[in-house]
Every structure is written in C-alpha cells, then in structure tokens.
C-alpha cells in the first residue's frame, strides 16, 4: 500500500471543512428541522432575503424552510399569531400590531405579544427635487410633500420627519396619490417637490437626471430635540449615514433615518431556547447569505440584533447577544422600558373592548386611540 503526503495547507483546509460540518451539525439539533416564515410578495426585498437566509440554514444546517409570501400585513401576521408560522420578517407593521394601530385597532386584534429576533438597519429619506430649493427640514413649510393613500409604512415615517423639523402635516401641502410608485414620480412630473422612501427606488436616478434634479434633505444626526420630536411619533428610528442610492457616495453621503426592515419577528411565548438558536444561526451562517442582495449584509449582528427596534427582543435572542458582549445596561433599559409599554397597551385594551361593547366600529376606534394615547402619556 502506498501513503501519499499530505501538505499543510489541505490539512487545515479538510480541518476548517470538518469543524464547519461538525458545528452545522450541531446547530442543526437546536433548530427544528423544518420551519414556515412569512414574508412580504416575491420580488419584494423582505422575500428576497428571507429566501437567501433560508438557503444558508439549509447548506449550513439541513434545515428545511418553507416561505409563506403575503402582500398585506394581516396575511404575514396571521399565521404567526394562530401557529402556522414560526416566524414573520416584516417591517413597519409590527409596530403597528404591538400598538393595536391602523389594521390592527380592530376588534379581533389589539396590541399584539410580539417579540423581535433580529432586524436590519434600512434607511429613509426625504429627497426633494433641487429646482424646489429645500435645503433643510424647515424649508419643507408650505411645500407640496406626495403621501400614499392606504399606506400607513410610509406615511407614518413621514410625519416623523416633519416632527423632527417643528413639522406637521397642516405644515405642507400634502398631496395624496394613489399608489407609491405614483407618488414617486410625482417629483419628476412636477406634481410635488418631496417625498418620502428609502434610496434606491428607481425614479428617483429618473429624478437626479431630470431637469429638476435632486437634493436629500440633512436630517442631523447631533439634533437630540429633533429625534426627541420623531421618536414621539414612533420610538423605533436612530440616525444613519446612507452612501448609497440615487445621488448618494461615499464621497457624498447624506444623513437620514434608518428603521428596520426586515424584522424576524416572533411571539412573545416563543420558546427561548428555539430563538436562541434562531439568531445564532442567523449569526453563524452570515458569511453564506451576505453577499445575496445590496443591502443584505446589514444583516450583521452587532447592528441587527440591538436596539431600536419597532416592538421588544425576545429573552433569547437578548440572551445571545449579552453572550457575544454585544447587549448593554441601556440596551436592556430600552427593552425593558418597550416590555412595559406594550404590556400597558394591552391592559388598556382589555378594558376598551369591555367598556365600548356597544359601540360601533367606528366609535370604538375612536375611544380606543383616546384610551391608548392616555395610557402612553401615562408612562
């Protein structure tokens, strides 16, 4: 029998290799073998995504995930609320559902028990056509700022960026389209001289080119009034610098908000072992899935798996990052201080749907709001 000698460099290679597979292995015992998530339409970023950190799981860890695609916010959180769903990656509207807020203040919903895995940071914006001359959040009074009918997302982190700037929409001239896309090319067909949307939507390089042209609005990341103002609006926004999308470079980046998009979302009652796996894996696995998309390597646990966040961290995924010495005493203040206001909403939704059984739909809307903005002005 003849050996062959083997030099240094393949063995390191069939080490690294070895203790790769033995380490899926492991982490493949800790994740269920099969999983259902929940994501926004194919096409959509939140799929795209979810589908390129499903495809790792499964070369990393065996794990076989099956996406459940929803165009509306009810149809991405209904089956992770009724169990069909192990978890949801969403965005703006789990806010919305930990408030019992828009789609969720009707009956049957209230404020939800939500909890967040993980969520990247995206960024948002307010772009102007140039030829407007807004130079600041103030220059935006008695301009013509496009609103989407029927799209709450987008709308309500608008009205927080007039909040930084003194702002509201009595303000400006809010116009409504009927679509986002149609609000989009409002600024090119000369119909409006701002909106609202992340970087990269396509009319706004349509814009830049244009006649018109394009300017980002500065939202100053040292304004600590102004942040106080937009986080009234929804506590869940941080400042970012953006070097990419239309207009934008590292050479000429611009200051704007980030929000998180998308979120792995799961319910509260989540078993804290199962989740600590979730975002472990989520972590282990980045070198797999961080190069799928532009924006996916935002995925990076130290910026993903922090605070703020639209709605509290599961115990889990806290419990990994105090173990990766990324979790700090503010950090747990600022989940503990989002566990106590969501358990108040929902103890004031409890005694809601008990006083207003009489009343219409609309009415008990109406009292519910009333009885959520008391509460939160309460705490």
Same mark, same amino acid.
């Given at each position: 029998?003849?050996?062959?000698?083997?030099?240094?460099?393949?063995?390191? &290679?069939?080490?690294?290799?070895?203790?790769? #597979?033995?380490?899926?292995?492991?982490?493949?015992?800790?994740?269920?073998?099969?999983?259902?998530?929940?994501?926004?339409?194919?096409?959509?970023?939140?799929?795209?995504?979810?589908?390129?950190?499903?495809?790792?799981?499964?070369?990393?860890?065996?794990?076989?995930?099956?996406?459940?695609?929803?165009?509306?916010?009810?149809?991405?959180? =209904?089956?992770?609320?009724?169990?069909?769903?192990?978890?949801?990656?969403?965005?703006?509207?789990?806010?919305?559902?930990?408030?019992?807020?828009?789609?969720? %203040?009707?009956?049957?919903?209230?404020?939800?028990?939500?909890?967040?895995?993980?969520?990247?940071? /995206?960024?948002?914006?307010?772009?102007?056509?140039?030829?407007?001359?807004?130079?600041?959040?103030?220059? @935006?009074?008695?301009?013509? *700022?496009?609103?989407?009918?029927?799209?709450?997302? *987008?709308?309500?982190?608008?009205? &927080?960026?007039?909040?930084?700037?003194?702002?509201? +929409?009595?303000?400006?001239?809010?116009?409504?389209?009927?679509?986002?896309?149609?609000?989009?090319?409002? !600024?090119?067909?000369?119909?409006?001289?701002?909106?609202?949307?992340?970087?990269?939507?396509?009319?706004?390089?349509?814009?830049?080119? /244009?006649? +018109?042209?394009?300017?980002?609005?500065?939202?100053?990341?040292?304004?600590?009034?102004?942040?106080?103002?937009?986080?009234?609006?929804?506590?869940?926004?941080? /400042?970012?610098?953006?070097?990419?999308?239309?207009?934008?470079?590292?050479? #000429?980046?611009?200051?704007? @908000?980030?929000?998180?998009?998308?979120?792995?979302? /799961?319910?509260?009652?989540?078993?804290?072992?199962?989740?600590?796996?979730?975002?472990?894996?989520?972590?282990?696995?980045?070198?797999?899935?961080?190069?799928?998309?532009?924006?996916?390597?935002?995925?990076?646990?130290?910026?993903?798996?922090?605070?703020?966040?639209?709605?509290?961290?599961?115990?889990?995924?806290?419990?990994?990052?105090?173990?990766?010495?990324?979790?700090?005493?503010?950090?747990?203040?600022?989940?503990?201080? +989002?566990?106590?206001?969501?358990?108040?909403?929902?103890?004031?939704?409890?005694?809601?749907?008990?006083? %207003?059984?009489? !009343?219409?739909?609309?009415?008990?809307? &109406?009292?519910?709001?009333?009885?959520? =903005?008391?509460? !939160?002005?309460?705490?």
């Amino acid at each position: 029998m003849k050996y062959k000698t083997l030099n240094a460099s393949i063995i390191a &290679a069939s080490f690294s290799f070895s203790m790769f #597979t033995l380490s899926g292995v492991a982490a493949a015992q800790e994740l269920p073998d099969t999983m259902t998530w929940t994501a926004y339409d194919v096409g959509s970023q939140g799929h795209s995504e979810a589908s390129a950190i499903a495809d790792a799981f499964g070369r990393a860890y065996d794990t076989r995930i099956r996406i459940q695609p929803a165009g509306s916010a009810i149809g991405r959180l =209904q089956p992770l609320v009724s169990g069909r769903a192990d978890y949801a990656f969403l965005a703006t509207e789990s806010f919305f559902a930990s408030e019992g807020t828009f789609d969720f %203040a009707e009956r049957r919903w209230g404020p939800q028990d939500l909890r967040a895995v993980a969520g990247r940071p /995206s960024s948002f914006g307010i772009p102007t056509a140039a030829d407007a001359e807004i130079h600041s959040l103030e220059g @935006l009074r008695g301009k013509r *700022v496009a609103y989407t009918a029927g799209n709450p997302s *987008v709308s309500v982190k608008c009205d &927080a960026i007039l909040a930084f700037g003194g702002l509201t +929409r009595d303000d400006v001239e809010a116009v409504m389209f009927p679509a986002h896309s149609a609000a989009m090319s409002s !600024l090119v067909q000369g119909q409006a001289d701002a909106v609202c949307t992340t970087t990269t939507a396509s009319q706004l390089y349509e814009l830049k080119e /244009s006649p +018109r042209g394009l300017r980002w609005v500065d939202i100053p990341a040292d304004d600590e009034e102004g942040w106080g103002r937009m986080n009234q609006v929804a506590p869940v926004f941080q /400042s970012f610098t953006e070097t990419i999308g239309a207009g934008l470079s590292e050479d #000429t980046p611009a200051n704007m @908000l980030a929000y998180r998009y998308p979120i792995i979302v /799961s319910m509260a009652d989540k078993d804290e072992e199962e989740v600590y796996a979730m975002i472990k894996s989520l972590d282990e696995s980045y070198d797999l899935y961080k190069d799928a998309t532009s924006a996916i390597h935002r995925w990076v646990i130290s910026d993903s798996g922090v605070p703020p966040i639209d709605i509290p961290f599961h115990a889990g995924a806290v419990r990994y990052m105090e173990e990766k010495g990324l979790w700090d005493k503010d950090m747990q203040a600022w989940n503990d201080a +989002r566990i106590t206001r969501l358990e108040a909403l929902q103890e004031a939704w409890e005694s809601t749907v008990e006083d %207003a059984s009489g !009343l219409d739909d609309d009415a008990f809307k &109406a009292r519910w709001e009333e009885r959520r =903005q008391a509460t !939160l002005d309460a705490l």
